[in-house]
C-alpha cells in the first residue's frame, strides 16, 4: 500500500491511552491498527496482499492453492455419513476472506470439475467488516445467491461440512508479555505515548491468564524475553469447533508448536510488521499502514479443538500437505487440470522451504457423527 494512512488512526489511539490513564495493551493497539473502520490496515488495504501490496499468501500466489483444497474437498465430502449417497447440501464456510480470491477459485474449480458436487455448495463467508463484504461481492458475482455472508461465526447455523482459513489466525491480535527473572514472573507490554511516536510501557497489571511454563524452562529464561499470547485464535477455533456439526476445520497458517516460542533465537518474540513486501521490526510505528502478525501457537488450536470433541486429522508443514494433494492429483482419471508450467511454479512457491512451504502449516481437526 503506497497511500499515507493520514495520521486520524494515530490520533484516535493516543486518546484512547490518554483515556486509559497512559497505556493500553498491546493487543488493543494491534486490533485498531488492523481493524479500526475505515482506517485499520486491512480496512485500507484491498491491495494489501499479493504483489503490488505488502506481503504474499498462498492465495495470492495464484489459483492453485484454492484448485487443490478444492480437489480435497470433493474427495472428503462425499464420505461423511450425512452427505454419502445423499444430494443434501453442504456448507463450506470460510473465515478471513479478504477479497474472496479463495471463495472464488474453490467455487470455479468445483463447478468446472465436480458440477453436480458444486450445486450442492453453500458459500458462507464469515465477514464482520461492512467494507470486506463488498470487495468480497464484486469478487464473486458471479456465483450469485451461493455466497451468502455472516458477520460472525456465532451466527452461523450447525456446518455439515467444512469450515477453513488461510491465514486468518495470525492476523489475530495478541498480548505481549516480557520476563521478568529477578521477580519470576511475566509482565505485559503495553502502549504508551503518540500520536506522533507510540512507545513500549509495562502495565501495571496482565490482562491475561498467566502464561504457565515448566519451572525448569522458566528458571533459564532470561530477563526481558518476550513472547505472545493469543487467546483470540485458540477462543475462535473453539467457536468453529462448536458450529461444526460433522465434517472439518482447516488451517493454514504461518505458526509454532508451543516449546517453539521459547527458543533463544525468539528472545524477542515472532510480532512483526509488513509493509512493501519488506519486514520491520517497529510494530508501533504508522499504524493503519503497515501489517502486524505474530505466529499462531498451534499446541494451543489443537487443544482447544480437541476440547470441544474434535480430532486431529492433519498436522504439518504446508509443504507436506499439498504435496500429499499433489499426488492425489497424479492418480489416473483424477478430476485435476493439467500440471501446466504456471501450475508448477505455483505449486514450487507453495511448497519450497525458502518460500512459503515451512513456514505455514496446516491443521485439520474432524467432527464425526456416530
Ligand atoms: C492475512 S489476511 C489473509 C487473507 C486471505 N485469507 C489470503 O490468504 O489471502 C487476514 C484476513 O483476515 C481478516 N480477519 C481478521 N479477523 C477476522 C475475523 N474475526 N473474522 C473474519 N475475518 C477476519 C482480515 O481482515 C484479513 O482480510
Given at each position: 500500500?503506497?497511500?499515507?494512512?493520514?495520521d486520524?488512526?494515530?490520533?484516535?489511539?493516543?486518546?484512547?491511552?490518554?483515556?486509559a490513564g497512559?497505556?493500553?495493551?498491546f493487543?488493543?493497539?494491534?486490533?485498531?491498527?488492523?481493524?479500526e473502520p475505515?482506517l485499520?490496515?486491512y480496512?485500507?488495504?484491498?491491495?494489501a496482499?499479493?504483489?503490488?501490496?505488502?506481503?504474499?499468501?498462498?492465495?495470492?500466489?495464484g489459483p492453485?492453492f484454492?484448485?487443490l483444497?478444492a480437489?480435497?474437498?470433493a474427495?472428503?465430502?462425499?464420505t461423511?455419513?450425512?452427505?454419502?449417497?445423499?444430494?443434501r447440501?453442504?456448507?463450506?464456510v470460510e473465515?478471513g476472506?479478504?477479497d474472496?480470491?479463495?471463495?472464488r477459485d474453490?467455487?470455479a474449480?468445483l463447478r468446472?470439475w465436480?458440477?453436480?458436487?458444486?450445486?450442492?455448495v453453500e458459500?458462507?463467508?464469515?465477514?464482520p467488516?461492512?467494507?470486506?463484504?463488498d470487495?468480497?461481492?464484486?469478487?464473486?458475482?458471479?456465483?450469485?445467491s451461493?455466497?451468502r455472508w455472516?458477520?460472525?461465526l456465532e451466527?452461523?447455523?450447525p456446518?455439515?461440512?467444512?469450515?477453513?482459513?488461510?491465514e486468518l489466525?495470525?492476523?489475530?491480535?495478541?498480548?505481549?508479555l516480557?520476563?521478568?527473572?529477578?521477580?519470576q514472573q511475566w509482565f505485559?507490554?503495553?502502549?504508551a505515548?503518540?500520536?506522533?511516536h507510540?512507545?513500549?510501557?509495562r502495565?501495571?497489571?496482565?490482562?491475561?491468564?498467566?502464561?504457565q511454563?515448566p519451572?525448569?524452562?522458566l528458571?533459564?529464561?532470561?530477563?526481558?524475553?518476550?513472547?505472545?499470547v493469543g487467546?483470540?485464535a485458540?477462543n475462535?477455533?473453539?467457536?468453529?469447533?462448536?458450529r461444526?456439526?460433522s465434517?472439518?476445520?482447516l488451517?493454514?497458517d504461518?505458526?509454532?508448536e508451543?516449546p517453539?516460542?521459547?527458543?533463544?533465537?525468539?528472545?524477542?518474540?515472532?510480532?512483526?510488521g509488513?509493509?512493501?513486501?519488506?519486514?520491520?521490526?517497529?510494530?508501533l510505528?504508522?499504524?493503519?499502514a503497515q501489517?502486524?502478525?505474530?505466529?499462531?501457537?498451534?499446541?494451543?488450536?489443537?487443544?482447544?479443538?480437541?476440547?470441544a470433541?474434535?480430532t486431529t486429522?492433519?498436522?504439518g508443514?504446508q509443504?507436506?500437505?499439498?504435496?500429499d494433494?499433489?499426488v492425489?492429483t497424479?492418480?489416473p482419471?483424477?478430476?485435476?487440470p493439467?500440471?501446466t508450467s504456471p501450475?508448477?511454479?505455483q505449486f514450487?512457491t507453495?511448497?519450497?522451504?525458502?518460500?512459503?512451504g515451512?513456514a505455514?502449516s496446516v491443521?485439520v481437526?474432524?467432527?464425526?457423527?456416530?
Open positions: 500500500m503506497n497511500e499515507l494512512p493520514g486520524a488512526l494515530a490520533h484516535r489511539l493516543a486518546a484512547d491511552i490518554r483515556a497512559g497505556a493500553i495493551p493487543a488493543r493497539f494491534m486490533e485498531r491498527a488492523l481493524y475505515q485499520g490496515y480496512e485500507r488495504g484491498r491491495n496482499v499479493g504483489r503490488g501490496g505488502d506481503f504474499y499468501t498462498s492465495v495470492s500466489v492453485l484454492g484448485e483444497l480437489f480435497h474437498l474427495e472428503r465430502l462425499p461423511l455419513p450425512e452427505l454419502a449417497g445423499t444430494g447440501p453442504f456448507q463450506v473465515a476472506a479478504h474472496g480470491r479463495l471463495a474453490i467455487l474449480f468446472q465436480q458440477p453436480a458436487l458444486a450445486e450442492r458459500y458462507r463467508i464469515i465477514e467488516s461492512a467494507t470486506r463484504r470487495w468480497q461481492r464484486e469478487t464473486l458475482a458471479e456465483f450469485g451461493q455466497v455472516l458477520a460472525a451466527e452461523m447455523p456446518v455439515t461440512g467444512i469450515i477453513l482459513s488461510n489466525l495470525d492476523a489475530f491480535p495478541v498480548h505481549r516480557g520476563w521478568d527473572a529477578a521477580r505485559e507490554w503495553g502502549v505515548g503518540g500520536p506522533e507510540f512507545d513500549w510501557q502495565l501495571p497489571a496482565l490482562t491475561v491468564p498467566v502464561l511454563l519451572a525448569e524452562l528458571a533459564v529464561l532470561p530477563d526481558g524475553f518476550s513472547t505472545e487467546p483470540a485458540a475462535w477455533w473453539n467457536t468453529a469447533a462448536s461444526l456439526h465434517g472439518w476445520l488451517t493454514a504461518y505458526g509454532l508451543a517453539e516460542f521459547f527458543l533463544p533465537q525468539r528472545a524477542h518474540g515472532t510480532l512483526r509488513y509493509a512493501d513486501h519488506r519486514r520491520t521490526d517497529d510494530v510505528a504508522n499504524p493503519g501489517d502486524l502478525t505474530a505466529q499462531v501457537n498451534f499446541t494451543d488450536l489443537q487443544a482447544s479443538g480437541t476440547a470433541g474434535l486429522e492433519f498436522f508443514s509443504r507436506r500437505f499439498l504435496t494433494l499433489f492425489a497424479q492418480k482419471g483424477a478430476p485435476f493439467a500440471w501450475r508448477v511454479r514450487q507453495l511448497t519450497h522451504p525458502e518460500h512459503l515451512r505455514f491443521l481437526q474432524s467432527r464425526r457423527t456416530p
